[in-house]
């Protein structure tokens, strides 16, 4: 293994692209630019020890063998300037930000963002990087992509209701406050149409999340094989093996059902303790306990308890739905009210949209235009109807 790792290290010098004359001078350009690569790639490595440290077991063990990584490309940039390597410089302003972001956020959000870092490197297009960097930082983006979808999956379902609350707050409230206003009213009649808005936004939001997460519990629920069934399990007629058809309609096959229920009707005969341990991989005294109910059917993951979601959206929603009450509770009339209301939802929105852009390791700038912009545009639309609709009424 080491023997491989040196060649490997060894390699790193000699690819078909970092191939260059070494009686060659580099010019300004690429000194420059060598510089920058030997800056970022020492933040780098620096950057996964710090998220190493906040990691444990395996993960721990990945990302530092990641930093170790990014040190034989330091070395590499340093071997190719030579005398040219100067002093120390700082790294780009995307790695310092990444840097930042792995020392103070979640853990979740830094690999997301190394991962869309790694999968953007500059040394696919570069000739002066050899093959072996540029095929590492491959990899490493989809080491990290394999990271951060254990921390994606852990946290995506919070998140969600999170987000997707806030901005239905967001989006749904400054809507309806715009295109109240543009009827014409007073900044006291769309304070209370907003208040009005966000209640009964928040509770819709609150019953529907509860109704949903108890009904989709329910389902599983009753999927779930009935524990009663194991007591029948003695009566059987061994010879007849109906439980080799309750296996089969679980998705194994005909041999497998039949090993299977010979298992289980031994473990019943005999005792657990004659059996030991089975080709399945259960132990006798589990196949006697559990019988019907060990495992075999395609089990769910928990859908989380249906009362505290539906809080947790009553909450996100109303949060979402405050931000553009703001300047009417604070007194301003329609027009400056509205101003500020829509620099204050748009900041929020383009905040949500580029949180949602860092969890899904994709740039973030184009998830939070995307975000912004459609908020914005469901607001201008009911801007143009309230004011057509005020016209009519008027």
């Excluded at 170790?68 to 302003?93: C, F, I, N, T």
């Excluded at 010979?262 to 019943?268: G, I, L, M």
């Excluded at 400056?336 to 899904?360: D, E, K, R």
Aim: proline share 4%.
């Amino acid at each position: 293994m080491n023997a491989a790792l040196d060649r490997h290290d060894a390699s790193i010098g000699d690819g078909a692209k970092g191939v260059v004359d070494k009686h060659a001078a580099p010019t300004k350009q690429q000194i420059k630019r060598w510089r920058q690569y030997l800056a970022n790639e020492r933040a780098e490595a620096a950057t996964y020890r710090e998220m190493a440290k906040k990691r444990e077991g395996h993960e721990r063990e990945i990302l530092e063998q990641i930093a170790d990584a990014e040190s034989r490309h330091e070395l590499y940039w340093r071997e190719k300037l030579g005398p040219e390597v100067g002093m120390p410089q700082k790294p780009d302003w995307g790695t310092r930000f990444h840097a930042f972001m792995a020392r103070n956020v979640s853990p979740v959000f830094a690999l997301a963002l190394m991962q869309s870092a790694e999968s953007r490197s500059p040394y696919m297009d570069d000739e002066d990087a050899s093959d072996e960097i540029a095929a590492d930082e491959a990899m490493h983006a989809e080491v990290v992509r394999a990271l951060a979808t254990q921390g994606r999956e852990r946290l995506s379902g919070s998140f969600r209701a999170a987000v997707f609350g806030a901005n239905d707050g967001l989006v749904s409230n400054v809507a309806l406050v715009l295109g109240v206003m543009g009827s014409g009213v007073s900044s006291s009649y769309i304070l209370l149409t907003g208040i009005s808005g966000l209640l009964a936004g928040a509770l819709s939001m609150a019953a529907g999340e509860y109704v949903s997460v108890k009904s989709q519990t329910e389902l599983l629920d009753a999927s779930r094989p009935d524990p009663m069934a194991t007591s029948h399990v003695p009566k059987l007629d061994v010879n007849q093996n109906e439980l080799a058809l309750v296996y089969r309609a679980r998705g194994m096959d005909a041999h497998q059902a039949e090993q299977r229920a010979k298992d289980v009707f031994a473990a019943t005969q005999y005792g657990a303790g004659q059996l030991g341990d089975n080709d399945n991989g259960l132990h006798g005294n589990s196949l006697v306990r559990d019988g019907l109910t060990d495992g075999d059917y395609d089990s769910h993951e928990a859908v989380g308890n249906a009362l505290s979601a539906g809080v947790a959206s009553f909450c996100f929603f109303a949060a979402g739905a405050f931000i553009p009450l703001i300047p009417f509770i604070l007194g301003l009339a329609p027009t400056p009210g509205a101003v500020v209301a829509l620099i204050l939802v748009s900041i929020a929105l383009f905040a949500t949209g580029g949180l949602t852009g860092l969890l899904s390791g994709k740039p973030p700038f184009p998830r939070a235009l995307r975000q912004l912009g459609i908020g914005l545009g469901a607001a201008g639309i009911t801007y143009v109807l309230g004011m057509l609709f005020g016209g009519v009424v008027g």
